[in-house]
């Protein structure tokens, strides 16, 4: 078996992304606890 993380930037805006945390519900919703708590980063 092979590395299983192969670390690709364009997976990790596509899945964990701001734009893609926009897009649905929860993904809103954790922005916005993120938001709340006051983090410097709010997604990748």
Known sequence: MGPTFN????KKKRRFG?????KTAGGRKVLSS???KGRRRLSH
Request: charged share 40%; net charge positive.
């Open 18 to 22: 701001f734009r893609a945390r926009s």
């Open 34 to 36: 993120r938001r709340r």
């Open 7 to 10: 670390p690709s930037n364009l």
